[in-house]
C-alpha cells in the first residue's frame, strides 16, 4: 500500500471537536475548508482508527450481534463477511451511530474513534458521522442536481464560497473517479445517472465533507460487473487516503479489495436464541488461504452459507 | 428427470385457444369499471353544460363586464348591472390569506407527525386533526362570527396603528370597523383547510425514501438539515398538490364565509375591511332572485368552477415541471 497522507488536523483537535457539540464554530473547524492543505496525518497505516471492544448491540431486548472485539485500521480496507442476518451491517452501523436512528436500538462495550468512545455521552452523534461517513447499499442521490448532491455535505459544515464549493466539488467528483464523465452537467439530476454513476456519485457525496473513514454497506451489490469493478478500483484508490470499512456478501469481492477481513456468522445459544457472532478477523490473505477457524474456512470455500 | 405428470393430468395443447373461467366476470368487471370512470366525466360535463346554459342569459347581458365589471345592481331598474371583479377579489384575497396560514401550519403539524412525534402521541394528534375535518362548517362560521370576530377587532386596530405610517403595509393593514372582514375569512378558512393540507402532507413525508434520509444522516445533518436536504426535495410535487386541494376547498367554501366575510360590494386593499365573496353573494341572494338575477348568481358559479379547474391545472403544470427538474429526463 501506499502510505501517503493528506488527512486531518492532529487527533487531539478532532476528539476535542467531536466532544463539544455545543460549540456550534467547532462545524467549520473540520478540514473540509483545508481541502488540500497538507496536514499530515498522525495515523501510520495500520495503526487503528477505531477500536471495537466486547461490543453488542440490541434492538429492544433483542441482543443482535455478541461480543465483537476487532481494530480499524488507519488506510486500510476492513472487510466484514458472512451469511445474512449474521450481525455484520449491525455492527457497520453502530461505526457512525446510524443505529440511532433505530427505535430501540442499544449499544454495550466500547467502540473508540482515537481512543474517544464514541458512544459517551458527552459526543454528538452528528460529528462523529461527519468524521465516519457512509455508502450505503442501494445507490440514493438526492432528487437534486450532481453539483447539489456533491455540495450538500460541504454547506452543512458551512461552506458557503461558490469558488471554494466548486473546488470541493470537483476535487470530491474526481476522487469518486466520476468528475469526467459529468463534468459538463453538474446541473443534470442525480437521478439521472446509471446505477454505478449513482453509487460512485453517493461516495462523492461522502468523500466531500473528508470523512477519515468511510462506511460501506454492500456498495455493489445492486450494480453490474463492470460498474462493481469500477468502484472496486475506486475503493483502492480511497485507501490511500481513507479509511475504509466495506460489508459484503461477494467473498470474491472482500479477498480482492481488502487488506483485513472480519468474518461473521450466527449462532444459537443455549436459550435459543440467534446472535451474531464474529468468528475470525485477520489479514484477508490468511483469512482466505489460511484460516484459523474451520467454520471460516467452511463458508469462504463455499461449503456453508 | 422425467417429471412425474402423466397424458391425464396435462391439459390438452388446444386449451390454450378455449376461453378459461375467469374471463367473463373478467369482462364484466372491466366494462364496469370503465363505465364508473366515464360517468365521472359525463356528470361533470353535465354540470358544466347546464349551469353554462342557465347562466348563457347573464354572460349575453353584460358580456365582458361579467369578469370585469365592479357593479353589482341586479335590482337596478332601468339596467341591471352583473359586475363581478369585487366578488373575485373577495374570493381570491381569502382563500390566499388563508392558504398563507394554512400551508406553514400544516407542513409543520405534518412533519411534527411523521418526523418528531413520539410514537403514542401520533394516533390521538391525527385523529384529532381528522376531527377537525368533520366539523360541519357552518359551525366554524358561528364559532367565527360570534367568538372570532369580536375578539380580534382590538388585535387588528392594534395592527393598523402599528403599521399606520408604513407605506404598503398602512393600507394593507388598513381600518377596521368591526371584526368581519377579509382576514377573519381567511383565518376561519385557514381552520378549515389545515386538515385536509396536513393528511396529506403526511401522507407525502412518509414516502420519503428511508435510505434519502439516512444519506443525509450519514452526512452529518442535524434532523432540520436532513428535513431540508431529504424530506422536502422530495415531498414538493406533493406538498403543492395539498397546497391546492385546500385552495380549492376555500375557494369553494361557502357558509362560513357569507357569515364572516362582512358582505359588503367593494375591492380594498385593505385586509381589515368588509368584502363578499362568490360564493357567499350565491348563498345571500338566491333566494330573492328571480330572472336574469338568478342566471347571473349560476354564471357566478360558472365562474368560480372555471377558476378551481384553471388552479388545478397551473398547479400540474407546476408539479409536473418541478418533477422533471429534481428527478431528470428519464423520469
Known amino acids: 500500500m501506499p502510505t501517503r497522507s493528506v488527512k486531518s488536523p492532529s487527533v487531539d483537535s478532532e476528539v476535542t471537536t467531536m466532544t463539544t457539540p455545543e460549540k456550534a464554530p467547532s462545524r467549520t473547524v473540520r478540514p473540509t475548508a483545508g481541502l488540500g492543505s497538507a496536514a499530515t496525518s498522525v495515523s501510520a497505516p495500520g495503526e487503528p482508527v477505531m477500536d471495537l471492544s466486547d461490543v453488542s448491540v440490541f434492538y429492544g431486548d433483542f441482543e443482535a450481534v455478541r461480543g465483537v472485539s476487532l481494530p480499524i485500521r488507519h488506510n486500510q480496507i476492513t472487510a466484514m463477511i458472512g451469511p445474512s442476518g449474521c450481525g455484520k451491517s449491525t455492527v457497520l452501523r453502530s461505526l457512525n451511530r446510524m443505529n440511532d436512528l433505530v427505535a430501540g436500538a442499544r449499544v454495550s462495550g466500547s467502540i473508540t474513534y482515537h481512543g474517544q468512545d464514541i458512544y459517551a455521552p458527552n459526543v454528538d452523534p452528528i460529528q462523529v458521522r461527519r468524521h465516519i461517513g457512509m455508502v450505503f447499499q442501494k445507490a440514493n442521490p438526492f432528487p437534486k442536481s450532481i453539483y447539489d448532491n456533491v455540495a450538500y455535505g460541504p454547506r452543512l459544515n458551512g461552506v458557503k464560497r461558490r469558488a471554494e464549493l466548486d473546488d470541493i466539488v470537483e476535487e470530491a467528483l474526481t476522487g469518486a473517479a466520476l468528475w469526467d464523465e459529468v463534468k459538463d452537467k453538474m446541473k443534470t439530476s442525480g437521478l439521472a445517472l446509471s446505477g454505478g454513476q449513482q453509487q460512485r456519485l453517493c461516495i462523492a457525496r461522502a468523500i466531500a465533507v473528508k470523512p477519515e473513514v468511510i462506511l460501506m454497506d454492500e456498495p455493489c451489490s445492486a450494480l453490474d460487473p463492470i460498474a462493481t469493478s469500477k468502484v472496486e478500483e475506486l475503493m483502492f484508490r480511497l485507501a490511500e487516503d481513507y479509511t475504509i470499512v466495506i460489508v459484503t456478501h461477494n467473498m470474491q469481492q472482500a479477498a480482492r479489495v481488502s487488506h483485513y477481513t472480519a468474518f461473521f456468522t450466527a449462532e444459537v445459544d443455549d436459550a435459543g436464541v440467534r446472535h451474531g457472532r464474529l468468528v475470525e478477523f485477520d489479514d484477508t490473505e490468511k483469512i482466505f488461504t489460511n484460516p484459523a477457524e474451520q467454520r471460516t474456512e467452511d463458508y469462504i470455500t463455499g461449503r456453508f452459507g | 428427470m422425467e417429471f412425474p405428470l402423466t397424458q391425464l393430468d396435462r391439459a390438452p395443447a388446444s386449451d390454450v385457444t378455449t376461453p378459461g373461467r375467469g374471463r367473463t366476470l373478467d369482462r364484466v368487471f372491466g366494462g364496469a369499471s370503465y363505465g364508473a370512470g366515464l360517468l365521472v366525466l359525463g356528470v361533470l360535463a353535465l354540470i358544466l353544460l347546464s349551469t353554462t346554459w342557465e347562466a348563457l342569459p347573464a354572460f349575453q347581458h353584460s358580456g365582458f363586464d361579467f369578469i370585469f365589471g365592479q357593479r353589482w345592481a341586479p335590482n337596478n331598474p332601468d339596467l341591471p348591472l352583473f359586475g363581478t371583479l369585487t ?10 390569506l388563508a392558504l398563507l396560514i394554512a400551508v406553514p401550519v400544516s407542513i409543520g403539524i405534518a412533519l411534527f407527525l411523521t418526523e418528531l412525534a413520539p410514537r403514542w402521541l401520533r394516533v390521538p394528534a391525527v385523529t384529532v386533526i381528522d376531527l377537525l375535518a368533520a366539523v360541519p362548517s357552518v359551525v366554524f362560521g358561528l364559532v367565527g362570527i360570534l367568538v372570532i370576530a369580536p375578539a380580534a377587532l382590538p388585535l387588528y386596530q392594534w395592527i393598523h396603528d402599528l403599521v399606520v405610517n408604513v407605506p404598503v403595509l398602512g393600507s394593507v393593514f388598513g381600518p377596521a370597523v368591526n371584526g368581519n372582514t377579509f382576514a377573519t375569512a381567511g383565518v376561519i378558512l385557514a381552520v378549515m383547510v389545515i386538515p385536509i393540507i396536513t393528511s396529506i402532507s403526511r401522507e407525502v413525508f412518509d414516502t420519503v425514501p428511508v435510505a434519502d434520509k439516512q444519506a443525509a444522516y450519514a452526512l452529518g445533518a442535524t434532523r432540520w438539515e436532513m428535513i431540508k436536504g431529504a424530506v422536502f426535495p422530495h415531498s414538493f410535487a406533493g406538498l403543492v398538490g395539498a397546497a391546492m386541494l385546500g385552495l380549492g376547498r376555500a375557494m369553494g367554501e361557502t357558509i362560513a364565509v357569507t357569515l364572516v366575510i362582512g358582505g359588503s360590494t367593494q375591492i380594498a386593499a385593505n385586509l381589515f375591511a368588509s368584502g363578499n365573496s362568490m360564493a357567499a353573494v350565491i348563498a345571500q341572494q338566491w333566494g330573492e332572485a328571480s330572472g336574469l338575477h338568478t342566471s347571473a348568481l349560476i354564471g357566478i358559479g360558472v365562474v368560480l368552477f372555471a377558476m378551481t379547474v384553471l388552479v388545478n391545472y397551473s398547479a400540474r403544470v407546476i408539479v409536473r415541471r418541478a418533477e422533471i427538474r429534481m428527478k431528470g429526463a428519464t423520469a
Do not use: I, P, R, W
Not at chain 2, 88 to 96: D, E, F, K
Open chain 2, 87 to 96: 366578488f373575485l377579489y373577495g374570493t381570491a384575497v381569502s382563500s390566499l
